[in-house]
């Protein structure tokens, strides 16, 4: 059914492990109806894939970013790294970083241990990331010690990606390995995954509550290990023990006779869901869930905003939870060549509109110097052909073009929408435009190993240009940024 690769995990159809393709079928329509920016998901049953589909432009071999995701994966280098007596989850916080001890040391924060960052129980009032990013002189450590402790911790939840900083640069310090070169020969390369990367600090320590990227089938397979209570391949990865315990809910956070995925208790940097299944879940739709009762995994990435990553679990447990029987059921070979038709089929669609315009061979190659503004744009230029549209952008980094075509997705790179990384390579990205009026084109720009897209709408207004760029999802001000420009040189 699906073409074998190099580590690949055991595919078969969704028969032979008790789900009706044709039920199946519902649920991934549902999907592409009702979830608006999915990217990628994966289906595991009795560790057998028996669904997978990736959105077009994104694609199985692709790493996606996976955000808070990573938490658990931090969480995991703390079990090993406790299995192998590197430390206790039971030491102090300030035991390991004795140069960035604060000069007054409350005793909340003195009594501040592994367990608590495990948790979210360190008994800040508020998460203390924004304080470690904008410290001047990047030492993240510090700005965590720095930041005021209001509760005994232990009795507090906050989600808090301060917390799980703090854990990767424990690992660091008590290993000396960064946290990716610590997994690499520990959980890495036992189950296959391969080309893990993760983004640092300025300190040079892993981001700990984000930043990894792996492939949507890496993801799979670490919910996978979970689901087997750390067992892979005949070898114990992690410890039995470790598994269970940060797969509980070992805190409170919220009302667990609510409906709400996000108040059934927390663990080690795992979260707990309704019947009796637990995430790894980071925003904008970057997913892990392990139902242990079903024996099954199912991962996703998206682009998608929170109250869609909300419905998007309410759809499994609906439409999907129902389906699990405990018996296999007769092939259905009808329905499993629709839904496998259906899974290679999805896309997101280019953007819609005309290849041409009235106005386009009088702007094209025309040189806009843009007003002042937040990316740092100097010029802007836009050259029409036939099959498409290239961009050039000048800032003070330099000059670079990138490519978009009517009707399909074109490769690029660009590093326009670098603020938005601790990065200064060139960005992957994906493009398609067209003429939406006569005088407007559309650009949408797919940043297609993150959760992110841009559409860059510009408006030819006389000799003017008006630049306006939105992007798909954002912690921050979803605002447009609105940009002017007037002509640099003219056309001859």
Known sequence: MIAKVEYALPRTYPEQEGIDSSALLHFVEALEREIHELHSFMLLRHGRVIAEGWWSPYHHEEPHLLFSVSKSFTS?????????????IDDRVLSFFPDERPTEVSDFLAAMSVRHLLTMTTGHAEDTWPHQVERPDGNWIKAFL?????HAPGTH???????????????QKMTGMKLIDYLQPRLFAPLGIQQATWQESPQGIAMGGYGLSLKTEDLARFGQLYLQKGMWDGHQILPEAW???????LVSNGNRTEQNDYSQGYGYQFWRCQHGAYQASGVFGQICIVMPEQEAVLAFTGGIDVFESVYL????????LPLMGSEPLAENPVFQDTLAKKL?????????????????????????????????????????TVSGCTVTVKTPDGEETFPCDYGVWRQGHTKLFNNLWLSDDPTPVVASGA???????????????????HTLVYHFIEDELLLEIRINVTL???????????PELSVI
């Open 476 to 486: 921050e001000s979803s605002k447009p940024l609105l940009l002017s420009a007037q």
């Open 243 to 249: 598994v269970e315990a940060a797969t509980s809910a």
């Open 76 to 88: 995991s280098a703390v079990g090993l790294a406790v299995a192998e007596g590197r430390f206790s």
């Open 157 to 171: 939840f906050l989600y808090n990606t301060g917390a799980s900083y703090m854990l990767a640069a424990i690992v």
């Open 435 to 453: 003429w939406t009026t006569e005088d407007s084109f559309t650009m949408v720009v797919r940043l297609h190993e993150t959760p992110f897209f």
């Open 313 to 320: 679990l309410n759809l499994v447990w609906t439409l999907l």
């Open 146 to 150: 720095n930041v005021p402790v209001l």
């Open 344 to 384: 290679s089929s999805l896309t997101l669609a280019p953007v819609q509109g005309q290849a041409a315009s009235p106005i386009a061979s009088q702007l094209s190659g025309r040189t806009y110097r843009v007003d002042s503004n937040a990316l740092n744009i100097e010029t802007i230029a836009l050259n029409f």
